[in-house]
Each structure stands twice: as structure tokens, then as C-alpha cells.
């Protein structure tokens, strides 16, 4: 049988991974409820539908990319009143590949709704931002069966450069946060570290050079330096429009905080990192990208 995928979510970065799945030679037909988004990735031959019945029809393969945990439960398990899920219109034997960031529990509760009704689900939240999901190149954690993951892995391939098998359903999503609250950590870090130079005389680019070569090297530094005319094609030279959202970030970090107090574990920094980008948010800046957060500092110079 021929696969076909039914994409749903195309924001910053399911856009540019539905397209990528057209592009490696995929039956496709992906959905959005912002007609700007639908516009967008029909402008590069990808079918467009606006609704999630239309999407799934003669699906076999439904690939998800939305912005929280209420999200993905609503899409696939309903309301139980007016809106019956998503699951219930599956046909048996569909594939379901969840990219969202969302927390464990969500990812479990509906990994386990969809296996009672004969479909298989894997977790695969991806790190490598919108310039990761351009260019194909994303990494995917990725928690379910193993014969379900290797299953999928000719789609993700088409997406990524990097698949890691984390363990079970869920495993995929407690990877993901450990991750970001690690980028939230280090974006924090840069952006002081570099305020901290620029404010005592150095030149931003000259300072990120030394450190990117020096113990304090880190991912921010190389790929995604938060100061203003360091680094071309980021969001900090763009007004930090685009990229990963502050209140996405925000997002996760509170998942990490679930995550923390589910296990007993200790995280003094992620803790303040939330913290930050909870001020950062209400300071008016939740929709710039999460490198932004070095306003606060330049604010307190």
C-alpha cells in the first residue's frame, strides 16, 4: 500500500518539515487552521486542507506538530462531548508520529488511547530550530515501541539528520525538556556573558569568537548568538522575529518544573531560568524568539 501522510500543524516549524516530507518524494496533504500557514506551504505544492477530517482521508500516516500538551489531548482524544478525537476516525493499523513538545504524562495518556484502538503512536519532539527544520537537518527524541520507531523511520529521515530512540512512549518528551531547559540555561548564560563584555568595552563578535574556541563554547554561541549583529540569519538580526518563541520556551520550561517535582529532582537553574522567561513574557516580549531574553539585561545596564 502507498503511503500517505496527513500533516497537522504548520507553524515556524511544521511548515518547513511537511514541505521537506513533499520534497524526499511523499503522497502528502497537510492541514492548519491558519489559512496564512496553509498558504505558505502551498506556495511550495504541498496540498492544503483546513479541517482534520479532510486531512486524514486516505491517510495511513498522520505526523503532528502543535504547540502544547491541551493541544495534541484535544486533537486526538476530543472532548468526549462534541468532539470525538481524532483517534476514533483512524482507520486500524495508522501510523501516528507526535512531534509536539508536550509533557510525558500527555504523551503517554495518548500513546495509550491510540494502541486500545489498533494504532501505533511514537513521541518525536525535535530540537534544531526553524533553520533545522528548513534544512532538513533536525534531531528527533524519540520514545515508543522499537518496532514502531524503526517503522517510522523513512519519514523522520526525510525531516532529520540526527533519530535517537530514547525508550518508551514518553521518553522522547522527558528527553526534549531536559534539552531545552539545558538551551534556556545556556542562552542565559551567553547573553550575560556577552552583555557583560560589550558593557565593559569588548566587541560582541570578538568576544563570541573567543568563547565559542574557549571552555564557555557552547550550541548559542555557535549557531544562535542572542546580540544583534554577531551572526547573520538568526533571529537577534531580525529583531528576533521568527525562531522559537519566549512563551514556547516558557512553555517547556515548565514542563521540565513537572518533570522535576514528578521525580524529586533538584534544578536551582532551570527553576531560575523559567523565572526569567516568565518576566521576559510579561514584560510584552512572548512572541519574539527566546534569544530576545537578553533584553532584560540590556534594559538593566
Known amino acids: 500500500m502507498t503511503n500517505h501522510i496527513a500533516f497537522i500543524g504548520l507553524g515556524n516549524m511544521g511548515g518547513p518539515m511537511a514541505v521537506n516530507l513533499h520534497k524526499a ?10 489559512q496564512a500557514a ?7 505544492g504541498v496540498p492544503v486542507v483546513a479541517t482534520t477530517l479532510d486531512v486524514i482521508r486516505g491517510a495511513n500516516v498522520v505526523i503532528s506538530m502543535l504547540p502544547a ?3 495534541v489531548e484535544s486533537l486526538y482524544l476530543g472532548d468526549g462531548v462534541t468532539n470525538p478525537g481524532l483517534l476514533a476516525s483512524l482507520v486500524g493499523g495508522t501510523r501516528i508520529i507526535d512531534c509536539s513538545t508536550i509533557a510525558p504524562a500527555s504523551a503517554r495518556k495518548v500513546a495509550s488511547a491510540a494502541q486500545a484502538l489498533g494504532l501505533s503512536m511514537i513521541d ?3 530540537s534544531g530550530g526553524t533553520a ?7 534531531t528527533f ?3 515508543g515501541d522499537a518496532e514502531c520507531v524503526a517503522a517510522s523511520q523513512p519519514y523522520l529521515q526525510a525531516m532529520g539528520s540526527n533519530i535517537f530512540h530514547a525508550g518508551a512512549n514518553g521518553a522522547g518528551q522527558v528527553a526534549k525538556v531536559c534539552n531545552n531547559m539545558l538551551l534556556a540555561i545556556h542562552m542565559i548564560g551567553s547573553a550575560e556573558a556577552l552583555n557583560l563584555g560589550v558593557n565593559n568595552g569588548l566587541d560582541a563578535k570578538v568576544l563570541a569568537d573567543i568563547m565559542k574556541q574557549s571552555s564557555g563554547g557552547n550550541w548559542t554561541l555557535e549557531k544562535y548568538n542572542p546580540m544583534p549583529g554577531v551572526m547573520e540569519a538568526v533571529p537577534a538580526s531580525r529583531g528576533y522575529s521568527g525562531g522559537f518563541g519566549t512563551d514556547l520556551m516558557l512553555k517547556d520550561l515548565g514542563l521540565a518544573e513537572e518533570a522535576a517535582l514528578a521525580s524529586g529532582s533538584p534544578i536551582p537553574l532551570g527553576g531560575l531560568a523559567r523565572n526569567l522567561y516568565a518576566a521576559h513574557s510579561a514584560g ?10 537578553i533584553k532584560i539585561l540590556q534594559r538593566s545596564s
Open 69 to 71: 500538551s491541551r493541544h
Open 38 to 44: 496553509r498558504d505558505k506551504v502551498a506556495a511550495e
Open 132 to 138: 533545522g527544520a528548513t534544512a532538513g537537518t533536525l
Open 141 to 143: 527524541m524519540v520514545g
Open 124 to 126: 518525536a519532539p525535535v
Open 284 to 293: 510584552g516580549s512572548g512572541g519574539l524568539d527566546f534569544s530576545s531574553i
Open 25 to 34: 518524494g511523499f503522497s502528502v496533504t497537510a492541514m492548519d487552521l491558519s
